[in-house]
T-cell receptor, first 112, second 111 residues
Framework: NAGVMQNPRHLVRRRGQEARLRCSPM?????VYWYRQLPEEGLKFMVY????????ESGMPKERFSAEFPKEGPSILRIQQVVRGDSAAYFC??????????FGPGTRLTVL | QKEVEQDPGPLSVPEGAIVSLNCTYS??????FMWYRQYSRKGPELLMY????GNKEDGRFTAQVDKSSKYISLFIRDSQPSDSATYLC???????????FGKGTKLTVNP
C-alpha cells in the first residue's frame, strides 16, 4: 500500500512565479491536510480538505494561497506570485476519517 | 503563551541510554496526543497515538500523558543510533482536525 505521495519533491521558483504542489493521499483516505514547515520552526497547519470541499482553511494566508481536492486527481496547493518568505517545506497528510494523519515526504520550495 | 511548548534540544545520548522527551500544552481542550519522528529532510512518521492519561507502550517506546499537569512525554528505552532524528509532539483539540505541533527535539544517539 503506497503511502502519501507528493510531487515535486523539490521546486525552485523565481519571485512572482506560481508554485503548484500536488498530493495523492493513501488509498482509501478521503481527508487531506496541508502543513508548512519554515526553517527553525515547527509544522503549522494550513488547510483541511475532503473531496471537493474545503473544511478548515484557518491556517492559510489570506492572499496568494489556495487549495483544492477535486473529485478526481490529487490535491493541489497553489501559491501565486511567490515571495522569498514562501520558501519552506510543504507537507501533505491524509487520514481515512477523523483519525491519525499520515504524512508524505514533503515538497521543498525554494524561491529565488 | 504558545499552545504547545517543546524543548528543541539538541539532545545527545550514548547508545543504550533511556531518552525522555517532553511537551507541555496550555489548553485543556486538547484531547488527542501524538508523537512523530522526522528524519532529516523526510516527512514526519507517526510513532505513538493516545487520548487518555496514563502510559501506552509499543516496543521500546512509551508515551505518557498527564492531563492534570498538561504534560506529555515520550520515553525511548535502549536507544539506538537509528533513533537519531527530530521528535515532534502533536496535539489535537476535541472536535478539530488540525494538529498543533511542538517545534521538535533533535536527538542524537552516539554509538
Amino acid at each position: 500500500n503506497a503511502g502519501v505521495m507528493q510531487n515535486p519533491r523539490h521546486l525552485v521558483r523565481r519571485r512572482g512565479q506560481e508554485a503548484r504542489l500536488r498530493c495523492s493521499p493513501m488509498k482509501g483516505h478521503s481527508h487531506v491536510y496541508w502543513y508548512r514547515q519554515l526553517p527553525e520552526e515547527g509544522l503549522k497547519f494550513m488547510v483541511y480538505l475532503q473531496k471537493e470541499n474545503i473544511i478548515d482553511e484557518s491556517g492559510m494566508p489570506k492572499e496568494r494561497f489556495s487549495a483544492e481536492f477535486p473529485k478526481e486527481g490529487p490535491s493541489i496547493l497553489r501559491i501565486q506570485q511567490v515571495v522569498r518568505g514562501d520558501s519552506a517545506a510543504y507537507f501533505c497528510a491524509s487520514s481515512p476519517a477523523t483519525d491519525t494523519q499520515y504524512f508524505g515526504p514533503g515538497t521543498r520550495l525554494t524561491v529565488l | 503563551q504558545k499552545e504547545v511548548e517543546q524543548d528543541p534540544g539538541p539532545l545527545s545520548v550514548p547508545e543504550g541510554a533511556i531518552v525522555s522527551l517532553n511537551c507541555t500544552y496550555s489548553n485543556s481542550a486538547f484531547q488527542y496526543f501524538m508523537w512523530y519522528r522526522q528524519y532529516s529532510r523526510k516527512g514526519p512518521e507517526l510513532l505513538m497515538y493516545t487520548y487518555s492519561s496514563g502510559n501506552k507502550e509499543d516496543g521500546r517506546f512509551t508515551a505518557q500523558v498527564d492531563k492534570s499537569s498538561k504534560y506529555i512525554s515520550l520515553f525511548i528505552r535502549d536507544s539506538q543510533p537509528s533513533d537519531s532524528a527530530t521528535y515532534l509532539c502533536a496535539i489535537i483539540k476535541g472536535g478539530s482536525e488540525k494538529l498543533v505541533f511542538g517545534k521538535g527535539t533533535k536527538l542524537t544517539v552516539n554509538p
